[in-house]
């Protein structure tokens, strides 16, 4: 079955970095769009940063100019380096892909999600 695992989360303080790891793995052709997800206590879930396969990438207005999404295609994994970050930031970190399963079947794309990561944000 195919499995996404996160990695990279943690306690950092204020003004600190951090860099969370998504490995993709199992039986599939290919990696479309991969992302990161977030959600904090009782808030909604929501997209922190996007990356499709050629590597055009979307972020949320809350982390421009403080994280940045990259993906290393032979390794099936995409990354999130968060830097300067703040207690808002706080949250578990989701990661997501939307994967296709069979070659020549266009009807078996779908999207897979991560168990989530927390990083927590000290002031």
């Known amino acids: 079955q195919v499995q996404l695992v996160e990695s990279g989360g943690g306690l950092v303080q204020a003004g600190g970095s951090l860099r969370l790891s998504c490995a993709a793995s199992?039986?599939?052709?290919?990696?479309?769009?991969m992302g990161w997800y977030r959600q904090a206590p009782e808030k909604q879930r929501e997209m922190v940063a996007s990356?499709?396969?050629?590597?055009?990438?979307n972020f949320a207005d809350s982390v421009k100019g403080r994280f940045t999404i990259s993906r290393d295609n032979a390794k099936n994994t995409v990354y999130l380096q968060m830097n300067s970050l703040k207690p808002e930031d706080t949250a578990v970190y989701f990661c997501?892909?939307?994967?296709?399963?069979?070659?020549?079947?266009?009807?078996?794309?779908?999207?897979?999600w991560g168990r989530g990561t927390q990083v927590t944000v000290s002031s």
């Open positions: 997501n892909a939307q994967l296709k399963l069979r070659r020549y079947d266009p009807l078996s794309v779908r999207d897979y």
């Open positions: 199992g039986s599939f052709f290919s990696i479309n769009t």
């Open positions: 990356i499709t396969q050629s590597g055009s990438t």
